[in-house]
């Protein structure tokens, strides 16, 4: 049996060939290129099975990052002729721009596939079901229920507690704030557990499928070491970058605990990007995930430093936009100048590391 393509599988059949040195067959094979979807518009691993499953075994199922086509193997040539006959231009039960999917059969299916880049980078860690599903229910009826105080940001929902995050500066202001409610505590006690560390400043971030959190370093000069961020109701992927070259995808599961400190913190960018799905790894190959929608709650501690008011900055000579590190350097040596006896810093209010 002859195959005959039309103009447009003809296109599809010289991209196969540009792109990845694959031909197409004219007479039948076990290998089937989907020419139309893949993973960069969307289509999983489950959806391509769910349409070919019925025809016959199918060995492999070969979805490649980025590309807008993908391939599957069937054990027997007489499997795939019949999946080609019942799939080709058909409707096949899918919604959207997977429902017709334009089929080929190629010669050969692409061997090795570039593996994504996942690992944490170095001082990252994810602390997977750090909350049970109940916990997760818990404090998500509580933010819904009081989340009437939020402010909306271009691409998110935000709420603070403890203290009021100022966007101007990335970081924080000394007026009135909501108190961390008494609902966390159960998580504040599970992290001080674990860190010896006691968070004092909160965000829970709203995001929509199709919103994210634009790339990022929490402020180093109002925020000490450690930030964490527990992950509610949808999975995503957090993008890590570090000398505009280096960049992982972490994938964090909905009642995940990340934790950021040393190089993570300092050196890494972290953000989300805004769209509808994410790219993944399993153990079968990448596959795509759709995000719900998604809250994170951000535990943050101010340095102590930092939460000294304007006193101090007088006490200084220095004014608020004065550098941290500034700040300090004028703290040490005015800490020379003046006897700790008769010394003007009254208070705890300075720890300096
Ligand atoms: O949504 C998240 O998990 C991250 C939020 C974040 O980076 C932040 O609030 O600074
Ligand atoms: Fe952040």
Redesign the pocket.
């Known amino acids: 049996m002859a195959v005959i393509y039309t103009k447009k599988m003809e296109v599809y059949s010289s991209m196969l060939k540009k792109d990845m040195n694959i031909e197409a067959s004219y007479s039948p094979t076990t290998n089937i290129m989907v020419c139309n979807c893949g993973l960069v518009n969307g289509l999983s691993r489950k959806a391509l099975k769910q349409v070919f499953y019925q025809y016959g075994e199918i060995k492999y199922m070969i979805m490649i990052p980025h590309k807008s086509y993908c391939f599957i193997s069937f054990s027997e040539v007489e499997e795939a002729i019949r999946a080609f006959n019942n799939v080709n231009g058909k409707y096949n039960g899918l919604s959207d721009e997977h429902k017709i999917f334009n089929l080929i059969f190629t010669v050969s299916i692409p061997q090795t596939i570039k593996k994504l880049s996942t690992a944490c980078p170095n001082g990252l860690e994810v602390i997977e079901n750090f909350i049970t599903e109940k916990e997760e229910n818990f404090i998500l009826e509580y933010l819904n229920e009081h989340w009437s105080g939020s402010s909306s940001m271009k691409h998110r929902q935000v709420k603070h507690y403890g203290y009021e995050f100022d966007y101007d500066h990335n970081g924080v202001r000394y007026d009135t704030c909501e108190p961390i409610p008494k609902e966390f505590e159960f998580i504040l006690n599970a992290i001080y557990l674990r860190l010896k560390w006691r968070p004092d400043q909160i ?1 829970i ?1 709203k ?1 929509l499928p199709g919103q994210g ?1 634009p790339n ?1 370093i ?1 402020n180093i000069s109002v925020f000490d070491e450690y ?1 964490l ?1 527990l ?1 509610l109701n949808s999975d ?1 992927n ?1 993008e890590f970058r570090k000398d505009s070259f280096k960049h992982n995808s972490v994938f ?1 599961k909905a009642k995940s605990l ?1 934790i950021m400190s040393g190089e993570s913190r300092y050196e890494w960018t ?1 953000g ?1 990007t805004p769209r509808k799905m994410d790219l993944i790894s399993t153990e079968d190959g990448p596959d795509v995930v759709y995000r719900g929608t998604r809250f ?1 709650i ?1 535990f943050r501690r101010v340095i102590e430093f930092t939460k000294v008011k304007k006193d101090l900055y007088e006490i200084l000579g220095c004014d608020k936009t004065t550098p941290f590190e500034t700040l300090k350097d004028n703290y040490k040596k005015l800490l020379l100048k003046v006897h700790p006896d008769k010394s003007v810093m009254s208070s705890s209010a300075l720890v300096l590391n």
């Open positions: 965000t971030n995001y959190i990022h929490d930030i961020s992950s995503i957090m964090i990340l972290h989300i994170s951000t």
